[in-house]
């Protein structure tokens, strides 16, 4: 095991076993962001971060639903990649949480992990996207768009709360909060 991941049973050795893996992987991350924004999102003090938070949780639980979906079409499920890069983002999360105190502080550590959450959501659809379009596979590059809009509306959301949140702070508060340790 290297990098967090296993790996892979069934080896790929074509870019439609390729897509089939992408999109199993993508299924799972969906899974684990409506988990894990589903046990975060009420430690966040500010009203909007938490309902944007709230709210992602719901549309990446549908957009399992909708990856599933996807899956089924093409009637075969691999040994896919497991990516544990999203886990590790969400325990350090709840660390931050648990080691922060309540407040914009805490709100602006949150966002900035949640947003790191986005960016390979982002990086993920935006890819499958790409190779649904390579593949022929129209309706599928539509559904993938669609999601990967819905994170980029997120993260842009996030973007503008943190602005919002962003007062001056000792920067070894800001380094603390999200487990660096300032030089």
């Known amino acids: 095991m290297s990098g967090g991941r296993k790996?892979?049973?069934?080896?790929?050795?074509?870019?439609e076993t390729m897509y089939v893996a992408g999109l199993q992987e993508a299924e799972a991350l969906a899974m684990t962001v409506a988990e894990g924004l589903t046990e975060l999102y009420p430690s966040a003090d500010d009203p909007e971060l938490r309902e944007t938070l709230r709210a992602h949780a719901i549309d990446a639980r549908a957009n399992a639903i909708r990856l599933k979906s996807l899956l089924n079409c093409h009637g075969r499920l691999l040994d896919a990649d497991v990516d544990g890069s999203v886990d590790a983002?969400?325990?350090?999360?709840r660390h931050?949480?648990?080691t922060t105190e309540r407040g914009p502080l805490r709100d602006?550590?949150?966002?900035?992990l949640v947003q790191r959450i986005e960016h390979h959501e982002?990086?993920?659809y935006g890819t499958l996207a790409a190779y649904a379009k390579v593949l022929g596979r129209q309706d599928e590059k539509v559904t993938l768009g669609a999601i990967l809009e819905e994170d980029r509306a997120t993260d842009e959301d996030l973007t503008a709360i943190a602005s919002r949140l962003a007062v001056p702070v000792p920067m070894a508060a800001v380094?603390?909060?999200l487990g660096v340790v300032a030089a």
């Open 89 to 93: 983002l969400f325990a350090l999360a």
């Open 122 to 124: 982002i990086a993920i």
């Open 175 to 177: 380094d603390r909060s």
């Open 7 to 15: 790996e892979r049973a069934v080896k790929t050795n074509d870019f």
């Open 108 to 112: 602006m550590a949150l966002i900035s």
């Open 96 to 98: 931050s949480m648990a």
